[in-house]
């Protein structure tokens, strides 16, 4: 008997968001797009419901996720959350947090248990997980501390945004813009790149990965003339990159890195805070985009955008992003192989 190949395990992401609706719409194209198979932790009347406002005529599963790869064939696979979740489209609750949170946990959890292959997460609102004491900035530093807290080892995350023309790392994430040139030392540069070029060869191919470094002021501070980060933090990194074998140089001024020839000439570039990196990630391919956790011991990845409060149950978001991401997972997997429906 055929082994089918380990599902990816998608977290349902804030239930008053778009999250339902995507992975709705990506499991009704898995057979013209071989999308690799997936299941979704979720409250199955949560779906339902979003399924019958959008108008879908959907098939579900209610599954486990060993069974969740030959259930895909007939209908969404649905691994039920032990919390209930509302269908309230735009109206994001933290009464909705627990729920939220659990799904990530089982994803992960799948992960190590050998049951899944990557972790897929829909998008979460930060705000209502921070109004129910949630600590975490977002998803990729909550994986972190869930993959350091199963295996005993301090893990640090690296944000990365993929797309067909362009990958960029924030060094600095989601923290204000006033606190970055605090936050941002010679060090964290250095691990950051680090375990991106270490990621780019090991889960990504690319043997010797070039590393474009951004500065942070404009004009990569024009010899200290606007700032002295870019010479004081950023060339120092860049040095101790280059000394480690590692193909990185800059520091580039970023207004002036992101056009198409400029492009040409690195694998990624890593910048110095979060909009730096992901305004033009979002701009160039804002359908295509994945957004990936690197220095991870699992998988995953998540489409580029968010919630999109306004647009939930309406029936008109795109599942694109979201169809990349599954993509993009099922490769890193290896699975190579997509599951065959029905
Ligand atoms: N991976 C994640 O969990 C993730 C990623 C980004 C933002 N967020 C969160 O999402 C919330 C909302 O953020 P935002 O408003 O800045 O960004 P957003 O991506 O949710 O929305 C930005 C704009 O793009 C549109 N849009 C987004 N996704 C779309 C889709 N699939 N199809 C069609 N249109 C789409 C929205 O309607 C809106 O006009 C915030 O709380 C943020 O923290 C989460
Ligand atoms: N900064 C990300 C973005 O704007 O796309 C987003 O907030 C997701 O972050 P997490 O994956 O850490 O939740």
Redesign the pocket.
Known sequence: MQRLPLPLAVSI?DPS??GPE?AIQAWQQRNELRLPAFYLLADPALVAARSKRIGSDVQFAETSPEQSTEAFAHGLPIVALENRLADRPGQPDAANASGIIEAIDRAVEDCFSGKAAAVV???????PLYDAGFAFP??TEYLAYLASQRTGTPVTPVMMLAGPELRTVPVTIHIALSDVPKALTTELIVETAVITARDLQSRFGLSNPRLAISGLNPHAGEDGAMGTEDRDIVAPAIAALKAKGINAFGPLPADTMFHASARAGYDVAICMYHDQALIPAKALA?DEAV?VTLGLPFIRT??????????AGKG???????IAALRLAGQMAGSGKMAESA
């Open positions: 992401g968001g778009i995507i997460t829909c998008p979460i609102a930060k705000k977002g998803h804002f957004n998540s489409p580029d955008h968010g919630t999109a409060f306004g647009i008109v978001a795109r599942p694109d992003s979201f």
